[in-house]
Structures are given as C-alpha cells and as structure tokens.
C-alpha cells in the first residue's frame, strides 16, 4: 500500500546497514515494487533508485 513505502524502505535500510544481508534488502524492495498499486511517480522512482543502489553495492561487496 502507499502508506507503507516509507516503511518498506526502513526495513531495507535496517537489512543493509544493521544485519547486512543485501539480499533480503533487494527481495524487500523488489516484492513492495511487485505489490504498488496507487503509488506515485515518484515513489516507485524512488525504489527503483534504492534498488539499484542495493544491486551496485551488493556486487561490489561479493566482487572483492
């Protein structure tokens, strides 16, 4: 629901930068982009943004 993006991207942010688990922060964003309905514009920008983030600094991570 709209109403709960700004949640979903806590969660990511909680996996990613408190358990570190880049993967269930990507499944989180990737499931909330598979469920908007109403969103706005720029709310799905916005995790489409996240993601991508996500996607760039999990690669880094495993390509060392």
């Known amino acids: 629901e709209p ?3 700004f ?3 806590e ?3 909680l996996y990613e930068h ?3 688990d880049f993967k269930y922060a990507i ?3 990737n499931n ?3 469920c908007l309905r109403n969103s706005t514009h720029g709310e799905h920008e916005a995790l ?3 993601l991508n983030r996500l996607k760039r600094r999990n690669n880094s991570i495993h390509n060392k």
């Open 3 to 5: 109403g709960n993006i």
């Open 32 to 34: 909330a982009l598979g």
């Open 27 to 29: 499944d989180t964003i």
């Open 7 to 9: 949640a979903v991207v």
């Open 18 to 20: 408190k358990i570190h």
């Open 11 to 13: 969660l990511s942010k």
């Open 48 to 50: 489409v943004h996240r």
